[in-house]
T-cell receptor, first 115, second 114 residues
Framework: AQTVTQSQPEMSVQEAETVTLSCTYD???????LFWYKQPPSRQMILVIR??????QNATENRFSVNFQKAAKSFSLKISDSQLGDAAMYFC????????????FGAGTRLTVKP | ETGVTQSPTHLIKTRGQQVTLRCSSQ?????VSWYQQALGQGPQFIFQ???????GRGNFPPRFSGLQFPNYSSELNVNALELDDSALYLC?????????????FGEGSWLTVV
């Protein structure tokens, strides 16, 4: 079974600085999708960025980028120029391409942004 | 705003009671999934509905059941509520035509069982 591990329960960053959130996963599949979701205090899960495993190029969305290392099964999220609004829980998630019934989530990393 | 709406937003039930949670999927999305998120944890997959039929289930007992309607909206029913059922219940919709099958979440329904 696929598992997702986020080893950093909490992280903090100074406003305007850069922070990297770590995620590793375990799977025997070769084709899958990886996601980072943000969950602010409102509790709604918001998609931050998505990566297809068959793509070698790392996904980028404005200030958010990933470092996808398929062989190492690592999928970290880099937030550049951190803003106060980035403070939230961040969840890494895995979804199989062949069995897309469910998405597996990590336990989350709570990000604090200091002014 | 994702277009996925859930109701009610908060509710309190007594152990042993039954509860129904509702979800309207994003326009154009034909697949609805339900997740349970206990406090301090990531969401756990309950089940998914596609074309009004259950299309995959996580490790949840049969007292968790659901429905999907022709307009793709969905219900989650939980019978014989237990204290451990207290959690945020998230509905998510997606489209099979989206190659990445990205799912979009609603704001959730907070259930407290006392």
């Amino acid at each position: 079974a696929q598992t997702v591990t986020q080893s950093q329960p909490e992280m903090s960053v100074q406003e305007a600085e850069t922070v990297t959130l770590s995620c590793t996963y375990d799977t025997s599949e070769s084709d899958y999708y990886l996601f980072w979701y943000k969950q602010p205090p409102s509790r709604q899960m918001i998609l931050v960025i998505r990566q297809e495993a068959y793509k070698q190029q790392n996904a980028t969305e404005n200030r958010f980028s990933v470092n996808f290392q398929k062989a190492a099964k690592s999928f970290s999220l880099k937030i550049s120029d951190s803003q106060l609004g980035d403070a939230a829980m961040y969840f890494c998630a895995y979804r199989s391409a062949s069995n897309n019934n469910d998405m597996r989530f990590g336990a989350g990393t709570r990000l604090t942004v200091k002014p | 705003e994702t277009g996925v709406t859930q109701s009610p937003t908060h509710l309190i039930k007594t152990r042993g009671q039954q509860v129904t949670l509702r979800c309207s999927s994003q326009s154009g999305h034909n697949t609805v999934s339900w997740y349970q998120q206990a406090l301090g944890q990531g969401p756990q997959f309950i089940f998914q509905y596609y074309r009004e039929e259950e299309n995959g289930r996580g490790n949840f007992p049969p007292r968790f059941s659901g429905l999907q309607f022709p307009n793709y909206s969905s219900e989650l029913n939980v019978n014989a509520l237990e204290l451990d059922d207290s959690a945020l219940y998230l509905c998510a919709s997606s489209s099979r035509t989206d190659s990445g099958n990205t799912i979009y979440f609603g704001e959730g329904s907070w259930l407290t069982v006392v």
